[in-house]
């Protein structure tokens, strides 16, 4: 009987130990918004839309994580996000993470689907962490997330770190009959390196991002910007700082992208200040963003100019009602009307 006890004490051990070196979350976002949003666009043309949308201070999401133990300081990890529409049928909307990797005191090693070092940086810098409305200009300079993604990220050296990104777009290689390489098989590929530095209230963060053979549209107010005739490598870039001085948070970002070949060149230079500022449970939030804009028909230079206000309340840690207000604009003298964007959303969000 004493063998038997001791063997069920070293079975509960072991299931106790294994336990604790596995982790699994399932984690989540509700977010529902009564949405307005008035377009006026460069002909002169106004149209106004309301109605209800998720997502409005961040994408609705269902999400899975966790890792395991595998080794004396390894651990392997994995990820599963979706987007989810509850104000249709249509359900999950597609995936935005899918991962699975490595990581240890060597840093962290990922592969799949996720979100871009680029995106991951401008809204870290975006006072507004990413909101889904009108008045943010910093997003133009980057992709959302991209497919078969290679991410490594380092450990964290006295306050700097590191990341470094390698996506494969189109891998198929096609050699004709004759030996002529028709597909070279690097479409879309695209890669990119981000610098961090943190120091107390201080943040410094910059992201390179090139993606080969790019053809994706861009937009402002509305107002679509035409694909380059020649696709060629598009390029983004950030730099930016926030420094937090307890009663308020400064943000600071200048995004740049380009576009196609010099004849054909799409282009966007924009900087955005915000600032942050808890009050209880009240957070308000204010940023401005100016910047040109180079578009393919013309050599002239266009305005850009963006702003967005924020009040959000914490009714629980977990929940919080928001209304957000942003309006930006494109102006160029080939337009009857300015392109312009008013957008206001009131909703809730719940985290979970």
Excluded: C
């Amino acid at each position: 009987m004493k063998i038997k006890h001791t063997l069920l004490a070293a079975s509960l051990l072991a299931a106790m130990s294994a336990q604790a070196q596995t982790a699994f979350t399932v984690y989540g976002n509700a977010d529902i918004a009564l949405n307005n949003d008035v377009k006026t666009a460069t002909s002169g043309i106004k149209s106004e839309e309301t109605s209800v949308v998720p997502g409005g201070l961040s994408t609705s999401n269902v999400g899975f994580r966790g890792e395991r133990e595998i080794a004396q300081g390894l651990k392997a990890t994995f990820q599963m996000e979706f987007e989810v529409d509850q104000t249709t049928d249509s359900g999950i909307v597609k995936t935005r993470v899918g991962l699975v990797g490595l990581a240890g005191d060597f840093g962290a090693l990922s592969f799949g689907r996720r979100t871009t070092l680029a995106k991951a940086t401008i809204d870290a810098l975006d006072a507004n962490d990413g909101a889904n409305t009108a008045g943010f200009i910093g997003d133009n300079g980057r992709d959302s997330r991209r497919n078969d993604m290679i991410t490594y990220s380092t450990p964290n050296f006295m306050g700097f770190s590191a990341d470094v990104q390698v996506g494969l777009g189109s891998p198929t290689r096609i050699t004709s009959a004759t030996g002529v390489v028709t597909q070279d098989g690097k479409s879309e590929d695209s890669n990119s390196v981000g610098l961090n530095y943190t120091n107390g209230p201080l943040s410094v963060k910059w992201v390179n991002d090139s993606i080969k053979n790019y053809s994706k549209s861009v937009s402002v107010a509305g107002y679509s910007v035409a694909v380059p005739t020649a696709i060629a490598t598009r390029k983004n870039e950030a730099v930016g700082a926030t420094y937090d001085f307890g009663i308020a948070k400064l943000y600071f970002v200048d995004t740049k992208m380009k576009q196609g070949t010099e004849a054909a060149l799409v282009s966007f230079d924009t900087q955005t200040i915000g600032v942050r500022a808890p009050m209880g449970k009240v957070t308000l939030i204010a940023e401005a963003g100016t910047g040109k804009a180079k578009l393919t028909n013309s050599a002239v230079i266009a305005d850009v100019d963006a702003l967005q206000l924020a009040v959000l309340y914490t009714l629980a840690k977990d929940t919080t009602l928001f209304g957000v207000y942003g309006t930006e604009s494109i102006a160029h003298p080939t337009f009857l009307k300015k392109a312009e964007q008013k957008n206001t959303q009131i909703g809730i969000r719940y985290k979970f």
